[in-house]
């Protein structure tokens, strides 16, 4: 019954998709569905074949199975069956949502004249930044060095008070990175974006890939380099004029993933070396880990960032709040996402989040992270009616971006300009995100995903000669 749902679900996804195709021929809409699809009921698969199996998943590289003994176990009951409905219904709605508001863009479109950026600037930004947000975070890196911790864990577990000045500065090294490079490497007639190319400029851009993505690896950061590197992707297909080469969508596909393949090796290394050349006196550690963990072999390393965790945790998320029978919260989500507009300094206490809730009704231990899907967040404050409001309100959100990037002629504002040019990309990069968390996370949609890359962007271009175009 199970497989059985799953399959008549897939099988609307894909005709919806290929209708939505053949309407819109817009990438983005089909890459976004298949990450939603990716992080809603992709696991499925996984969890019915490992229920039926005995867990036999772990022969090729699945490692998920610690959820259950921090959570709980996952049953093949009709509590899982309606996790399967409810989230295909959730991908079904965001789907008829984009097709039926999404308009078709006009058959001539009116170019208009592209934004010049000073790619030193970007370039100078991201090794700046890089040196900041390792300041920021600087206590707990000796931290880690101190305790044979990694860097990851400390960050994560025991953040310092500035922590999200921190997180917030990596996005916009990542992204300030990839907008430079993808705006280098388009061809000599960009569509929105452009800029001066020398090969000084590509050798520094090959050096900042180097030291952005090494150091964001050793925080174990890859949710900034998933995300720089589909927004890079469809930026590029975006932003060429005429046709689009595939030499450099290869070449940015390697630099994001690349990476990603080594980033559980590298997220977990310790910086002891540290400790013999700085002061760690006075840090202390307030980690309890009431899970261990084994080793991965080869072929779960290889293969964890296809099985990412985080692919089974959201079914985790809707299963336990049926099955455990979970309050709904009524609007707490919505209340919480305005009141996180305000700074911690003028409101340090704030309501907490579908996430924190859910993790506290489910009695989760401690010391482990967890993931609630978008969902499973709507869910627990409206029930099937938040379910269905959620994935209108994405959906609708998603198109209405689209419909704004094909009108961008009738923009005057550069400012405004700029943000719809990045609006639906950044929605689409910021998918993973959105869908790994509840209603609250639209304030990182609106911020990370849109403003932040737009004032990159804008920023970079007031250190342009206006008449000529140049540096």
């Known amino acids: 019954m199970h497989y059985l749902l799953l399959t008549a679900l897939t099988l609307i996804i894909l005709y919806l998709s290929y209708r939505i195709w053949i309407k819109f021929k817009e990438p983005a809409f089909i890459l976004g569905i298949a990450l939603v699809y990716y ?30 003994e921090a959570l709980f176990p996952i049953h093949l009951d009709n509590y899982y069956l309606q996790s399967i409905l409810y989230y295909g219904v959730f991908i079904i709605v965001v789907q ?12 001539q479109i009116t170019v208009f004249k592209p934004v010049v950026i000073n790619h030193t600037v970007l370039i100078a930004g991201c090794i700046f930044g890089v040196i900041l947000s390792c300041s920021l975070v600087w206590n707990e890196i000796l931290t880690a060095a101190k305790f044979q911790e990694s860097i990851y864990v400390v960050t994560r577990l025991q953040p310092g008070r500035f922590t999200t000045l921190h997180q917030l500065l990596n996005i916009c090294i ?22 001066q190319k020398t090969k000084a400029l590509l050798w520094l851009y090959i050096l900042c890939v180097f030291i952005v993505e090494g150091y964001l690896l050793l925080l174990g950061n890859k949710r900034e380099i998933f995300f720089a590197g589909i927004f890079g992707g469809l930026f590029y ?11 450099p969508i290869v070449l940015l596909l390697t630099i994001v993933f690349t990476p990603m393949i080594f980033n559980d090796g590298l997220r977990s290394y310790s910086p002891v070396g540290l400790e013999k050349s700085f002061d760690t006196t006075g840090l202390e550690l307030h980690i309890e880990r009431e899970i261990e963990y084994t080793a991965f072999s080869v072929k779960s390393s290889t293969l964890s960032f296809l099985f990412s965790n985080e692919m089974f945790s959201s079914h985790f998320s809707m299963y336990g709040i049926l099955s455990k029978d979970v ?17 911690r300094v003028f409101l340090p ?34 029930g099937l009616a938040g379910i269905l409001a959620g994935a209108a309100l994405l959906g ?41 968390s509840g209603p609250e996370a639209y304030k990182a949609l609106l911020f990370e995903a849109i403003l932040i890359p737009a004032l990159i962007i804008y920023l970079s271009s007031l250190f342009v000669n206006k008449k000529n175009g140049k540096i």
């Open 349 to 382: 206490d704030r309501p907490e989040t579908s996430y924190d809730y859910y993790v506290r009704s489910v009695n989760a231990l401690a010391g482990q992270g967890y993931t609630i899907h978008h969902a499973s967040g709507w869910f627990l404050n409206f």
């Open 174 to 195: 990542v992204i300030a990175l990839y907008v430079g490079l993808i705006s280098y490497v388009s061809g000599s007639k960009s569509r929105y974006i452009t800029g």
């Open 39 to 68: 992080w809603s009921l992709a696991g499925a698969w996984i969890i019915i074949f490992d229920e039926l199996t005995g867990d036999k998943g772990k022969d090729f590289g699945v490692h998920y199975y610690h959820y259950r």
């Open 96 to 107: 008829l949502c984009v097709f039926f508001i999404a308009k078709k863009p006009p058959l």
């Open 237 to 247: 297909y975006s932003n060429e004029e005429g046709k689009v080469r595939w030499q």
């Open 396 to 436: 609708g959100l998603w198109a209405w971006l689209y419909n704004k990037m094909s009108l961008l002629t009738t923009v005057r504002n550069k400012f405004v300009k700029l943000v719809f040019i990045i609006g639906m990309l950044g929605f689409t990069a910021q998918l993973p995100s959105l869908i790994r």
């Open 327 to 343: 309050p709904f919260t009524y609007g707490s989500s919505i209340s919480s996402f305005f009141h996180s507009l305000i700074p």
